[in-house]
């Protein structure tokens, strides 16, 4: 499971709050965009980087990723979760969220 956020506040609260869990443990927690960043999609900036081209470098990276290495789920902090990037974000599960 990958559990995303934005908010900065967020993702230094929720480390804290997933210590506890005895199970079912993110594989990844913390912002979007360093999830991205770890798979190999490089740097950008501006908003069209982050609303067009980053989802669309995720979902080519996320498309020819080992089934080993895809998510089983994506939980997110959705405030600012724009649908492209929710498409991208489902590319990396292991049952993705379809384009429909």
């Given at each position: 499971m990958g559990l995303f956020c934005y908010n900065k506040g967020l993702s230094v609260h929720l480390p804290?709050?997933?210590?506890?869990?005895?199970?079912?443990?993110?594989?990844?927690?913390?912002?979007?965009?360093?999830?991205?960043?770890?798979?190999?999609?490089?740097d950008g900036s501006g908003q069209e980087y982050f609303d067009e081209e980053m989802p669309r470098l995720l979902k080519e990276l996320a498309d020819v990723l080992p089934i080993e290495e895809k998510l089983d789920a994506v939980v997110v902090e959705a405030q600012d979760f724009v649908p492209r990037r929710e498409r991208a974000a489902g590319s990396a599960c292991r049952s993705s969220i379809s384009d429909n």
């Open positions: 804290r709050e997933v210590d506890a869990w005895k199970q079912a443990r993110p594989v990844f927690l913390g912002e979007f965009h360093d999830y991205v960043q770890s798979l190999g999609v490089p």
